[in-house]
C-alpha cells in the first residue's frame, strides 16, 4: 500500500500562494488517484479536489472557484495542490489521500490510504 506524506504548508498572509507536496513510497503512486481534503478547526473535513491516475482527469470542490489547481508526477511519484488568493477561512489542515479506483469522488470512503496531514494558516 502506498505511503503518503504532506509538506508545504505554513503561515501565509491574505491573497498570497502556496503549493502543497503530496509525497509517495511503498507503492505505485501512478496507479492511483489521488484526493485532497481539508479540516478546519470545529468543521468537517472537506473535499477540495481529486486527480486520476494519468492526470488527465481532474476534479474540483463547489467551493474552489478557480483557485486551487491539482497535479501530480508521477515519474517523482508527487502530488501537487496549488492554492492561489489565499484566504482566512482556507485555514486547515490539508490531506492528500490515494485510492485503487478510477472514479474522483468527493467520497473520503473511496480513498484507503492518507496522509497525516500539513496545517495551512492564513493571516490577515
Known amino acids: 500500500q502506498v505511503q503518503l506524506v504532506e509538506s508545504g504548508g505554513g503561515l501565509v498572509q491574505t491573497g498570497g500562494s502556496l503549493t502543497l507536496s503530496c509525497t509517495a513510497s511503498?507503492?505505485?503512486?501512478?496507479?492511483?488517484?489521488m484526493g485532497w481534503f481539508r479540516q478546519a478547526p470545529g468543521k468537517q473535513r472537506e473535499f477540495v479536489a481529486a486527480?486520476?491516475?494519468?492526470?488527465?482527469?481532474?476534479k474540483y470542490g463547489d467551493f474552489v472557484a478557480g483557485r486551487f489547481t491539482i497535479s501530480r508526477d508521477n515519474v517523482r511519484q508527487v502530488g501537487y495542490l496549488r492554492i492561489d488568493s489565499l484566504k482566512s477561512e482556507d485555514t486547515a489542515v490539508y490531506y492528500c489521500a490515494s485510492g485503487p479506483g478510477t472514479t474522483l469522488s468527493a467520497r473520503p470512503a473511496i480513498y484507503d490510504t492518507w496522509g497525516r496531514g500539513t496545517q495551512v494558516t492564513v493571516s490577515s
Open positions: 486527480i486520476s491516475s494519468s492526470g488527465n482527469r481532474r
Open positions: 511503498g507503492g505505485t503512486f501512478g496507479a492511483t488517484i
